[in-house]
């Protein structure tokens, strides 16, 4: 049993604020309106509810400021809501209805009062699907074509590729190849990581080859070895620095580990003070001014301040108070005055008293800024004097082990602050002498050859089974890119063999509708790019044997053509149950006459094996649908809804039943 679509119910979503019904359990629904009335948005409640996305409206949003939600109606404000009855593959009546936003959502179940669990993966099993990710990618490709996704019928490359896939049920070999692929990557990887082991260890080998040599040379000659290591300490000694002195023979091994280790507490002492030294200049930079000069700026500015306080707000009052007694007589002595010369001077005094009062707040602003500044040259006058100790005891320490040391002499100079660095450097080159220096001496001691012989078998060892790892790694890098590649192989094989049976489909809508007089018959090109299987539309001229890409040399209304040939060829041989409804949104537009009478004929053909949901907005080739589509048979059903107009509530739904059409016989001649 196939599944069925019985209604679909829309709410405070896209054009429909309040709820509205549409009746769907037809072969046929058409639907008429003209552009803006809504017959875009019941395809739309379709698509989210099947799908849970409507991805042009998120890419519209995509970068914009956050504001009205792409999918609520505007006059409703509530959350969204499409409800939609089916019949399942099973027979059984089940409805299901998503609510929410656009970015937050969720969809439920029933099966007649009874509410169901998991409803995504129950709308998937509705649909004889696995699962509700995979009903979503079919629905996208070949179940619901709306009107400004035509041209994506149309993705050559790896996405048709992926459609045919599908389509033919190449996702096994597919999923195998992609598998293979990955298996190699990883062994490519192993195999570089066993490249780098291996070639550590024979360099490991190499060096302990070299010292096992020379250990014997030593041990068959030890006065020479013995040279050799007295001749390396004096050139030691000649490349240290002035002011600094080795002392001591130093040709025996504890000699120049009590040297190492000497060397190495006056490294870590020097590198302190060094570092030390560095944020004593960091924070004697750090301090913008002395904090006296601070405070000084501080005390005049509140000095300021308080006057300009304290006479602003007096004088205002005064001149005010002033300005309102004013007559022909001293309100004090009653003499008699020039008011109007009085009144300009007492109006002079209070704009000047206004001004202080602006300047009273502008000082107030001026001393907040002063006391932070003071506080940072306070906080900084004290990092600065923290370092400055820091730095002091660094240098302490330093002189103190210069004293105390008996094997390495230092000039005091050296403990100098503004020297800590370059002593630091020139003791870290002597530790590095000094180590391969005490390395030399315990090569030339007795039981040294046995170890150093012991250490290279052993490293020998190791490389050999870091060899073994490497070629097993290689061989099975090589079978995994071998399986990759028969994959990839075979996957091309069976594309090129379902390419041949699924053109006739596409040329048979193609060739109805004939949408160009020179390129007429219309392929899937296939090729091979960068190791990947391209699917690529492709029409021919026979006659000139010319083919050509149709997005290069297509008109609009051509395309379109071109895009429903793959797109109802893909459709109609996607293999069993994957799903009983085909929706076209919009699908005639920039289409002749003659182009859209050989589309109702193949409509025809399509609603025997799908439920068909198609939409258009011009009003004749609606007429002609309705005429072409109305039943031919008792049990058969054809919809019809007329989108009147579009109102604040929603879209003015007019809705016929088309009848039995009447097939007259034809009269043969006597």
């Known amino acids: 049993m196939t599944a069925r ?218 006065q020479t070895a013995r040279a050799q290591l007295e001749a390396a300490v004096e050139d030691v000694r000649r490349e240290l620095p002035a002011g600094v002195v080795l002392q001591g ?58 006057e300009a306080v304290q006479q602003a707000p007096l004088r205002v009052q005064l001149a005010s108070a002033a300005v309102e007694l004013l007559g022909d007589a001293c309100p004090v002595c009653g003499q008699a005055i020039d008011e109007q010369h009085v009144r300009s001077r007492l109006t002079e005094l209070l704009a000047r008293s206004r001004q202080a009062v602006e300047t009273a707040a502008a000082t107030r602003k001026a001393v907040q800024r002063a006391q932070a500044r003071t506080q940072e040259a306070l906080a900084a006058e004290r990092r600065c004097s923290e370092a400055t100790t820091a730095r002091e005891q660094a240098a302490e320490q330093l002189r103190e082990a210069l004293r105390d040391t008996a094997v390495v002499r230092i000039q005091d100079d050296w403990a100098l602050p503004a020297n800590a660095g370059e002593l630091a450097e020139a003791l870290d080159s002597l530790r590095q002498r000094i180590r391969e220096l005490s390395a030399q001496a315990q090569r030339d001691q007795p039981g040294a050859l046995e170890r150093l012989s012991a250490e290279t078998n052993a490293l020998l060892d190791e490389v050999a089974r870091a060899q073994r790892d490497l070629q097993d790694a290689e061989a099975r890098g090589q079978r995994a890119s071998a399986l990759e590649q028969a994959a990839r192989q075979a996957a091309e094989r069976i594309v090129r063999r379902a390419i041949a049976k699924l053109e006739p489909s596409f040329a048979e809508v193609f060739d109805r509708m004939t949408p160009h007089s020179a390129f007429t018959e219309l392929r899937a090109g296939h090729d091979i790019y960068y190791a990947k299987n391209q699917i690529a539309p492709e029409v021919v001229d026979p006659d000139r044997l010319l083919a050509a890409n149709p997005a290069l040399i297509f008109s609009e209304g051509q395309l379109n053509v071109v895009a429903l040939s793959y797109f109802l060829g893909l459709a109609l041989n996607a293999r069993e149950g994957a799903l009983p409804f085909l929706v076209l949104d919009d699908p005639l537009q920039a289409m002749d006459a003659l182009a859209v009478w050989d589309f109702a004929e193949i409509c025809c053909r399509v609603r025997e094996h799908r439920q068909l949901i198609l939409s258009t907005h011009d009003r004749r080739f609606a007429s002609l649908l309705r005429r072409k589509l109305a039943p031919r048979e008792a049990d058969a059903r054809t919809l019809s809804y007329e989108f009147a107009g579009w109102t604040r509530k929603g879209p003015s739904v007019n809705t016929t039943s088309e009848p039995l059409a009447e097939v007259l016989p034809l009269r043969l001649a006597s």
């Open 249 to 306: 023979a130093l040709a025996a091994p504890e000699d120049l580990l009590l040297l190492e280790r000497s060397v190495s507490a006056l490294l870590d002492l020097a590198t302190a003070l060094a570092g030390r030294q560095a944020r004593e200049l960091a924070a004697e930079s750090a301090v913008g001014g002395t904090v006296a000069a601070a405070e000084r700026n501080l005390a005049e500015l509140m000095r300021r301040a308080r």
């Open 5 to 222: 679509l019985i209604s679909i119910e829309l709410e405070a979503f896209r054009g429909f604020a309040d709820a509205q019904r549409f009746d769907l359990d037809a072969d046929v629904v058409l639907v008429r309106g003209d552009n803006g009335s809504g017959k875009t948005s019941l395809i739309d409640g379709l698509l989210w509810l099947l799908t849970g996305e409507i991805p042009r409206l998120s890419k519209r949003a995509r970068g914009l400021r956050r504001g009205h939600d792409p999918l609520i109606n505007i006059y409703a404000g509530a959350p969204a809501r499409v409800r939609i009855s089916l019949v399942g593959m099973d027979g059984r009546t089940l409805d299901f209805e998503r609510r929410g936003t656009s970015t937050k959502h969720e969809l439920l179940a029933w099966a007649g009062d009874q509410s169901l669990p998991s409803a995504s993966e129950q709308l998937a099993y509705a649909f004889g699907e696995s699962s509700f990710a995979a009903l979503s990618e079919v629905v996208k490709r070949w179940g619901i074509l709306q009107q400004h996704a035509v041209s994506a019928a149309l993705d050559g490359g790896a996405a048709m590729h992926e459609r045919l896939s599908a389509t033919v049920g190449l996702e096994r070999i597919t999923r195998f190849a992609e598998s293979a692929a990955h298996t190699a990557k990883e062994l490519d990887k192993e195999c570089k990581r066993a490249q780098r082991v291996h070639a550590d260890l024979a360099q490991r080998h190499q060096t302990a080859q070299a010292s096992l040599a020379a250990a014997r040379s030593a041990l068959a000659d030890p």
